[in-house]
């Protein structure tokens, strides 16, 4: 869920759309008419987890997503952490699974949300015991892992293709309807 920042953090005072010469040259901004400060309006660092156990991929499906959409772990980075200790801390939340080990995959925009994904692929152990959120969850082997277009599917695909195998898309179609049983629109 998205929230318009409306007023000034610090005086409460409505913002408002102002030009202002900056670094990069002259720009509109939400900004606050009577103290000055500036709605930065700064993506959300998101962490995500490509979740190996016994050789074979975790991906998640959320209550609130359609019956066929399951997808990697994520979840909110938290103040004070870092993105390791973050991973490890969302897969233990999630899947009640320890980490063993984290590389980094890399790090992909999801520009609707506002938000930068830093993508992990996690060793993991243990017995899966799914949190509230999620609802189930399937183990895939390489070779049948499907990627979707976006950030996370895009982090999926990097990682598969470091294992040797060249990853596979969901259709213009099988994309469509995964993303109207998100409610949202068929492309971005």
């Known amino acids: ?9 610090h005086c409460a005072t409505p913002l408002a759309r102002i030009r202002q010469a900056e670094d990069g040259g002259d720009v509109e901004r939400l900004r606050c008419p009577a103290c ?6 700064n ?3 998101v962490l995500a987890a490509i979740v190996e ?9 959320n209550a609130a997503w359609p019956a066929k959409m399951f997808a990697l772990i994520t979840g909110f980075m938290e103040a004070g952490e870092s993105p390791q200790d973050g991973i490890a801390r ?31 692929h996690v060793v993991a152990e243990g017995q899966v015991q799914l949190s509230p959120e999620l609802l189930d969850y399937r183990l895939y082997d390489l070779p049948d892992l499907r990627c979707w277009p976006a950030g996370t599917g895009y982090a999926l695909a990097d990682w598969l293709r ?7 898309f969901f259709t213009e179609e099988e994309n469509a309807e995964r993303r109207r049983g998100l409610g949202l629109p068929p492309k971005d």
């Open 1 to 9: 869920m998205q929230h318009e920042t409306r007023f000034c953090t």
């Open 53 to 61: 156990v016994n050789g074979q991929v975790l991906l998640a499906r």
């Open 162 to 168: 470091t294992r040797g195998h060249e990853p596979v």
């Open 36 to 41: 000055g400060w500036t709605h930065w309006n």
């Open 43 to 45: 993506p959300t660092p």
């Open 90 to 120: 969302e897969v233990k939340e999630e899947t009640n699974l320890d980490v063993r080990s984290a590389t980094l995959v890399g790090a992909y925009e999801f520009l609707r949300m506002n938000q930068v994904i830093i993508a992990y």
